[in-house]
């Protein structure tokens, strides 16, 4: 696959919002690793290599145990994540797809059960950041960082 447009030269007063969002995220009550967990989830479901390589990356430099980073595609399967994390993927799940969705009221009444009317809110933001995120990496055919090593390998 071959890239079709580096977007980062471009709309940089939007670029600058959705890093503003970034930054706001960063300050949240939710914690990076949750925050890295959800965003790499909703890589995965939107197929975005470059976000995923990037987050998985960033999860193992934040110390998430590797099963975590691993199973998260299939999460529901796998034990390692905490009832909190669950309510989380399930929102970003039903949030990401909500053309299919339509974000049911039973989805919203479990993530309600874990987090305040606040986190839930930036929650969704993160949500919403890494589905624009996403859109455009995978748009433009944004490829993955390889270190050397693993593309020599």
């Known amino acids: 696959m071959e890239p079709r447009l580096d977007y980062f030269p471009f709309a940089q007063p939007a670029l600058k919002a959705q890093m503003s969002i970034e930054g706001y995220l960063k300050q949240s009550s939710l914690g990076h690793k949750l925050l890295e967990l959800v965003k790499l989830r ?3 479901i ?7 390589n990037m987050h998985i990356n960033l999860l193992r430099e934040a110390g998430v145990p590797t099963e975590k980073i691993d199973l998260l595609v299939v999460w529901r399967e796998s034990p390692v994540y905490t009832a909190r994390e669950r309510a989380a993927f399930e929102w970003a799940e039903s949030v990401t ?3 299919d969705t339509g974000v049911p009221d039973a989805t919203y009444e479990e993530v309600a ?3 305040d009317d606040a986190e839930l809110v930036d929650l969704t933001w993160n949500i919403a950041s890494i589905n624009s995120w996403n859109r455009l990496s995978v748009s433009f055919r944004k ?3 390889i270190k050397q090593a693993a593309v020599r390998a």
């Open 97 to 99: 797809l909500l053309a």
């Open 46 to 52: 939107n197929g975005c290599a470059f976000c995923v």
């Open 42 to 44: 909703v890589s995965q």
């Open 143 to 145: 490829l993955p960082e």
């Open 113 to 115: 059960e874990h987090f």
